[in-house]
T-cell receptor
Framework: DTGVSQDPRHKITKRGQNVTFRCDPI?????LYWYRQTLGQGPEFLTY????????KSRLLSDRFSAERPKGSFSTLEIQRTEQGDSAMYLC???????????????FGQGTRLTVV | GNSVTQMEGPVTLSEEAFLTINCTYT??????LFWYVQYPGEGLQLLLK?????DKGSNKGFEATYRKETTSFHLEKGSVQVSDSAVYFC????????????FGGGTRVLVKP
């Protein structure tokens, strides 16, 4: 399967603990995005990478959040000192570069559902 | 800034009924417009898209026309099936905004047999 893969699918953690999620994009996609989706809402942009460079971060991404994409392949999203308000679905998406405008559809993974108790 | 507003659900329909989900947007720059669908237990999937004014996107019997004059991209299907039950998200993307998507809040559609 060459789709976007996210791991784990579900994570339950106690408040104050750190969690890390992984995203493996489609192999030829150099852009990778993280979104957060709370219940009953649309996804909200968190951050994106072009290759290994993190090009934009949303104001939603507090200093407890950090994302990396070493070597421009998979990405990790870490949340430190989790709070109950962090409970959400964390979605990863990948796409081709804008230089190929007809092929820049973003493909989404199935997400990681985080529950902070 | 960029934003998308779509009608709130849930929308409950009988099979073979006509479906319309309204979507309007505001954007700085010239956006591309999308409809994504999220079936129960699955990830977001692109349903259709339109990249310039008056373009019509279509897929699986769904259609939406990019109306720049009314800043709208309403989704329609002439005869829904039970399998169309899902949450539908309208979204936009502006090149200057790094290709990220701005989503509406989603509309849950429930089709009853």
């Amino acid at each position: 399967d060459t789709g976007v893969s996210q791991d784990p699918r579900h994570k339950i953690t106690k408040r104050g603990q750190n969690v890390t999620f992984r995203c493996d994009p489609i192999s030829e996609h150099n852009r990778l995005y993280w979104y957060r989706q709370t219940l009953g809402q649309g996804p909200e942009f968190l951050t994106y990478f072009q290759n290994e460079a993190q090009l934009e971060k949303s104001r939603l991404l507090s200093d407890r959040f950090s994302a990396e994409r070493p070597k421009g392949s998979f990405s990790t999203l870490e949340i430190q000192r989790t709070e109950q308000g962090d409970s959400a679905m964390y979605l990863c998406a990948s796409s081709r570069p804008w230089e190929e405008p007809t092929l820049t559809e973003a493909f989404f993974g199935q997400g990681t559902r985080l529950t902070v108790v | 800034g960029n934003s998308v507003t779509q009608m709130e659900g849930p929308v409950t329909l009988s099979e073979e009924a006509f479906l319309t989900i309204n979507c309007t947007y505001t954007a700085t720059g010239y956006p591309s417009l999308f409809w994504y669908v999220q079936y129960p237990g699955e990830g977001l999937q692109l349903l259709l898209k339109a990249t310039k004014a008056d373009d019509k996107g279509s897929n699986k019997g769904f259609e939406a026309t990019y109306r720049k004059e009314t800043t709208s991209f309403h989704l329609e299907k002439g005869s829904v099936q039970v399998s169309d039950s899902a949450v539908y998200f309208c979204a936009l993307r502006v090149k200057a905004a790094g290709n990220k998507l701005t989503f509406g809040g989603g509309t849950r559609v429930l089709v009853k047999p």
